[in-house]
Each structure stands twice: as C-alpha cells, then as structure tokens.
C-alpha cells in the first residue's frame, strides 16, 4: 500500500516544538498538506495539556446595546436601546449562580451613560452578593472609552477595577491588529497599539485576558498572521494570556458582510477555521496553553473536529449569546454542561470543567439549583 511521506522539513517542526516558529515556518505549513499541519498541531496540544478538554459554565450579560462606534462588522449595536441597572445585573447573576455558573461575562457597547464609575459599581456589587463568582469583562476599548471620559488613565482605571474585583478583562475588540485594516472594519475604535498597551498594562496590574482574533473579512492571510505573533510577543513579555480564542466573522445584517456577501464570498471557509486553530497552536506552544474551538461560531460539530487541529477547549455555555446571534450565527445561544460532557468524549477526550482563569471546577460544587427562564428544555441537541 503506497502511503505519501510527509513534507512538512524536519527544521519546522523542530522549531515549533521549540516554541519558536517563524513566520516563513508558519506559511509553509498553511501553503501545506493541511492534515499534516493539523497533526503536528494535535501533537503539540497533546504535548502541553494532554486529553483534557474544559469548558466553562457561564452566563453573558449585556449591559447595553447602545454605543457610538461605528464597527461595520456589528449587527447589535443601537443609538437608542437599554442600560441595564445595577439590580437587573444582580438578578441575572443571581439566575446564573442558580443555573450553576461560575462566571459572568459582563459586556456592551461604549457610551457616555457608562463610565468607569458605573463599572466599578457593577463590579463591586457583583462581589459583594456573590464573591465566589468570576467576573470576565469589558474589553480594552470600553475600558479606554470610560477611563476618558471619567478623566482618569488607562492604567488608573485598571488598577481601580482590578481593586473593585474584576477577575479577567476580555481581549475583544481586538479583531485584526493590523491598522490598515481596522480603518476599514472599525474607524473608531482605538488602533493596534492602543490595544496593546491596554492589554499589557491589564497584566502588569495583575488582571488576566485572553486574546481573540476575529478573522475572515478583509484582512490578509498575513495579517492574520501577525496578529497570532503579536499576541505571541506580548505573552512572552507578561504571561497574562489565558488562552487564545479565534472567531471567525460572520458577513450577516452588517455593512462589511453585505460587500462581501455581494461580491460572493462568504466569509471563511470550515478548511480555514481549522488551520487557524491549528496554525495559532503551532505559533503559541509553549507561549499559550489553551486554543479555544468557539462552538457559536463554528457549529458544535466542526468544534469537535478541531479538537484534533490543536484546540482543547470549548468556551462557555454561553447563555444569551445575542451578538452572534444578530449577525446571522445559526448555532444556537446556549450549550448545556452535559451536552459539553458529550461532545467532548464523543471526540475522544476527557471533560474538564473550569473558571475564568483555568482552575478545575468540581461539578459538584456547581451544580444546578435550576435553569434560567426560557432553558427549562435546553436538553442535549435542543438549541441546534
């Protein structure tokens, strides 16, 4: 039986299981066999975290979809929609502890009604009802947003949420790091070394992220490229990333997805999905422990096949997950933790779940007390 040998030079390999791939190195691999790149990165992943695959129980809670900015990629923000009072968040993580979870994801547009005051205020009345609770929130553009207009410093109002409880910021609003294209997608929202420098100064005030890349729109296969070796750069430098999330963008009821739409594309393709993931874990291995296979944007079947492209992890139960949804995401809003359990042993892994910064959690200890209106049914495969 005639079996192909591989092409991938033995050069490239060794220096990805040396943490050092270059960017020639990476091309390669992409311009490659991609089953030959997906088993390198398996390998890698193996190498580093072993059979284990988390997830986390947690609950999205949108404070506002109003905002000013002016991101052609968003399908959920408005100029005249809600603010959520400090009691209506309280009530929603009370439902979330409830329905058994261990994070809230606090998150919205940026708009003069929420300073940095109002945050701290949500923060801190978060702690104080559930202090066992993690708290993912913001990302490094509304804490820039709210920090100016409260006349306060990055860094100052940093160490001010890190003080008031806030666990772990976000790395949205990260999209492409490449400023030739964030004037296309996102004009106003704060350019590459903004982000980066919010991102380090979180970590130097010992608050973690993680990173995302939101890619598939008008960015170069090199732009993408950059972005995973930036991200690469600054964890070598503070070692505040938890993990890697790639989100492929999705072209529906938003300006840039109708120009593509009408040009005829169709924003990337499942081959391309994967070897980012698998690409990200080449470039990040011993950089960057965990890639994340975000299953609301690539359906809960694509997501357990690129566990075997690098990724070990598979996001959050992600309750009321509504800006995918208004951009045409078809995969539901919530994935319940046994229907997790499922699709990772279906894949040949060992679930694990965990919090906000990576620590186990023991599913005894969270177990529901009962799940939040509207998921009385969200049984394994009811929210396809």
Excluded at 3 to 10: I, Q, R
Excluded at 161 to 167: E, I, M, N
Excluded at 252 to 264: A, H, Q, R, T, V
Excluded at 323 to 333: F, K, L, P, Q
Aim: with cysteine.
């Amino acid at each position: 039986m005639y079996t192909k040998k591989p092409t991938t030079p033995e050069d490239v390999i060794e220096r990805a299981y040396q943490g050092k791939c270059t960017k020639e190195d990476a091309l390669l691999l992409l311009e490659g066999n991609p089953f030959e790149l997906f088993e390198l990165a398996n390998d890698l992943r193996a190498s580093t975290v072993g059979d284990t695959v988390s997830y986390v129980v947690n609950r999205n809670i949108y404070i506002t979809n109003k905002c000013v900015g002016n991101c052609g990629f968003c399908a959920y923000r408005t100029e005249k929609g809600y603010i959520l009072s400090v009691e209506e968040i309280l009530k929603k993580t009370e439902e979330a502890r409830k329905a058994g979870a261990v994070e809230v994801c606090v998150q919205g547009g940026y708009t003069p009604e929420t300073d940095m005051e109002f945050y701290l205020e949500i923060i801190e009345s978060i702690k104080a009802e559930f202090p066992d609770m993690c708290i993912h929130g913001l990302s490094p553009m509304e804490v820039n947003y709210a920090a100016e207009i409260s006349g306060m410093s990055v860094e100052e109002a940093l160490r001010r949420l890190k003080k008031s409880g806030l666990d772990s910021l976000t790395g949205t609003s990260a999209e492409i790091l490449s400023d030739r294209v964030r004037k296309i997608i996102c004009p106003g929202k704060i350019n590459t070394l903004q982000w980066i420098d919010t991102i380090t100064a979180a970590h130097k005030a010992g608050i973690s992220t993680n990173a995302t890349i939101m890619y598939g729109h008008v960015e170069t296969p090199e732009e993408r490229l950059d972005h995973v070796f930036t991200i690469r750069e600054i964890q070598k430098e503070t070692g505040g990333f938890s993990e890697l999330i790639p989100m492929s963008f999705l072209p529906y009821n938003n300006p840039i997805g109708e120009k593509m739409l009408s040009s005829g594309k169709f924003s990337s393709t499942g081959l391309e999905d994967l070897q980012l993931i698998a690409i990200s874990r080449v470039i990040l291995h011993t950089h960057v422990n965990n890639i994340q296979a975000t299953w609301v944007k690539l359906g809960k079947k694509l997501a357990q096949v690129a566990l075997q492209c690098g990724a070990n992890d598979l996001g959050g139960t992600l309750i009321e997950d509504q800006i995918s949804t208004a951009s045409g995401g078809s995969h539901g809003e919530y994935v319940s933790p046994a229907e997790f359990e499922w699709m990772i042993k279906g894949a040949g892994r060992v679930p694990m779940q965990r919090d906000t910064l990576y620590r186990k959690v023991d599913p005894r200890f969270s177990r529901p007390e009962g799940l939040l209106p509207g998921y009385e049914r969200a049984e394994i495969g009811s929210k396809e």
